[in-house]
């Protein structure tokens, strides 16, 4: 375009720009549901058949301060994982199967092997559960950020067949929460993740077991999941769980024989305790027992390096629990056996209460009874 | 929470975020729509009643880094309208009347009152048009973005009954493409005109027409639309207009005649030569006479420092019009009689030719014959 030079001389490269999109064009060969074409100004879609009084539920999430990591480490194939992950799991809470998705994501400065990097993680998982990219934004805000620096979110659009929609409503004093094992860090927590290793001056090049062995002591190291031979950078990139699939399988394997699943929780910023409360029914609350699953020591070990103990690493990191279920009790070794093979454990962590019995937070820690 | 001193020192205020919800769920009354609550992970919503064969149309866009000057100016109250025009009018030009409104909205650091200005804004406009906004998603980024930056991103889905989908495929050629009259910038070429601040050390604070007198000349400065008694600041910050409530009205209208709409264009990034095009099926072209419509002075100004000559700016800038509709010649005047009240112009701005007369950019300017 007649522009181009002018604009670059601003630091907005058009024709880069549209290499990209071609790039892109040629990547994201899509698409069965799209009415309308890639050039259109937004993507057309009919509502999938088979409901007979589908729901819409739409969810909208970003990755967090994980990407500076991803530019420091200059790995950008496995944060498109992590954002359909925060988005598609919380469409799954409601009971949803994620259908389309979107991203929006904001460079600092254009550069098209990192973009079709980024897109085609976001890619890639989306077909892994089904779900289809439709559309997105890239942007380019020279000045404003970073040369190498970038933003992500993600919208996506799910359907539930109205009586299968799950909103909390149905859980029980008693019900058991069921806890699915996360895979390191997700995407919360990055920002004190990042304090700690620029005060410490951690090499994440190093090895995570050396770095915990130095740290919390010999006999803490081999605790917990997550040490391995992998580097501390690796560990603190490790690609999301994403849930849907299988709970989704899972779902209607219990919906088949009659069982109850009362509320779902994805465990994000905020951790336990800010998300299992927004499982279950408002008059309710949950007690959780955070002796019955390992913690990560990639979670360990960042939040201890970050002066707290354990229930405050619980409320900001998963702590090792990605995913929750709450369930009637004849439900539970059903879904403990269906889920912890494929994300690498399922515990029974906690039990539903009366509100009364755990205060206004609706959350609390102890044995269970 | 209990870990919010040790989060509060890695920039992240927990505590502080929570209040700025609280704010936000007072504003947001909410919802006729949405069956699931605010708490929930995503916002569950039926599908709108009235339609027979209803498809979804979903679109995502930003507002670039118009958002900079919105931190120069201190001024945070108009920049949600400029994002939900950004995605409602997307929406409106397959012919979608925008159902439901998500936001993204990434600060450096949590400030309650200004991001309640921001939410508070995108709430407003999406009201205005008769959308919801059901979800969205504050994150901060401390280190990464700077106290005082922030990021906006919206994601908009609305309905249009299959019949009445629009995509282009019905123009014709012959067809006229009338332009609506923009408001200022838009949310576009902000990079470009800050970089031109930077560099001119333009005070924003200084009217625009004594800027326009100084830079091009006195013959110049009372030319085009935008000048009054405005500062510059004011003019770069003008909110963008939403057509989609006038142009569903007009469409409507139209369809009530018999009259045929074949294709809309939302002049965004690229300008009228980047998105006209999008409007008509493949095989045609759009010729545009650039003297048919005023340009406003901002544009002008901000270009022709930029060093960019007309069809330049044209590619860059909405340079005047913001939305078009292309429609067969004996609609033209209803169109115009229509939209140019509303939006304080609409002109008959160019013609539907082969491709094959305007090359492969389907896309060029002269006289219209």
New interface residues.
């Given amino acids: 375009?007649?522009?181009t030079t002018?604009?670059a001389?601003?630091?907005?490269d058009?024709a880069r720009s549209e290499a990209v999109v071609e790039r892109l064009r040629e990547r994201l060969t899509g698409s069965g549901d799209l009415?309308?074409?890639l050039?259109?100004?937004?993507?057309?879609?009919?509502?999938p058949s088979g409901y007979r009084?589908?729901?819409?539920?739409?969810?909208?999430?970003?990755v967090?301060?994980k990407?500076?990591l991803c530019r420091r480490l200059d790995r950008h194939d496995t944060i498109g994982r992590d954002l359909v992950a925060m988005c598609a799991d919380?469409?799954v809470?409601?009971g949803?199967t994620p259908a389309?998705f979107?991203?929006?994501l904001?460079v600092g400065r254009v550069d098209a092997a990192r973009i079709v990097s980024i897109v085609g993680g976001i890619d890639g998982a989306c077909r892994e559960i089904g779900c289809e990219l439709?559309?997105?934004?890239t942007?380019?805000?020279?000045?404003?950020?970073g040369p190498d620096?970038f933003?992500l979110?993600g919208?996506?659009?799910?359907f539930?067949e109205?009586s299968a929609?799950i909103?909390g409503q149905r859980t029980e004093p008693g019900d058991i929460v069921i806890g699915i094992a996360s895979s390191g860090l997700h995407a919360n927590g990055y920002?004190?993740v990042?304090?700690?290793i620029d005060r410490e001056r951690i090499d994440l090049a190093m090895p995570l077991s050396e770095l915990a062995r130095d740290r919390l002591g010999d006999a803490d190291a081999g605790n917990g999941t997550g040490a391995g031979d992998v580097t501390v950078g690796q560990a603190l990139l490790e690609p999301t769980h994403i849930y849907a699939a299988a709970v989704l399988r899972e779902l209607a394997a219990l919906a088949d024989m009659g069982l109850r699943v009362g509320g779902?929780?994805?465990i994000t910023g905020?951790g336990s305790?800010?998300n299992l409360p927004?499982a279950v029914r408002p008059d309710l609350g949950v007690i959780v027992d955070p002796g019955s699953w390992p913690e990560p020591l990639v979670c360990r070990l960042f939040g201890t390096l970050?002066?707290?103990?354990g229930?405050?690493?619980r409320?900001?990191f998963n702590a090792g629990i990605g995913m929750a279920l709450v369930v009637e009790p004849q439900a539970a070794r059903h879904v403990i056996d269906a889920l912890a093979q494929p994300f690498g454990g399922a515990w029974e962590i906690g039990r539903v209460v009366p509100a009364s019995a755990v205060g206004s937070s609706r959350y609390a820690e102890g044995a269970i009874g």
């Fill in positions: 375009m007649a522009s002018a604009y001389e601003a630091g907005v058009v009415l309308g074409s050039g259109g100004f937004g993507a057309a879609l009919p509502i009084e589908p729901v819409i539920v739409t969810a909208t999430d970003g967090g301060t990407t500076e919380d469409i809470c409601h949803a389309w979107l991203d929006y904001a439709v559309g997105g934004e942007a380019e805000h020279p000045g404003v950020m620096a933003d979110a919208f996506c659009i799910g539930v109205r929609l909103d920002s004190l990042r304090s700690v779902l929780a994805h905020g305790p800010g927004r970050a002066g707290m103990d229930a405050q690493r409320s900001t």
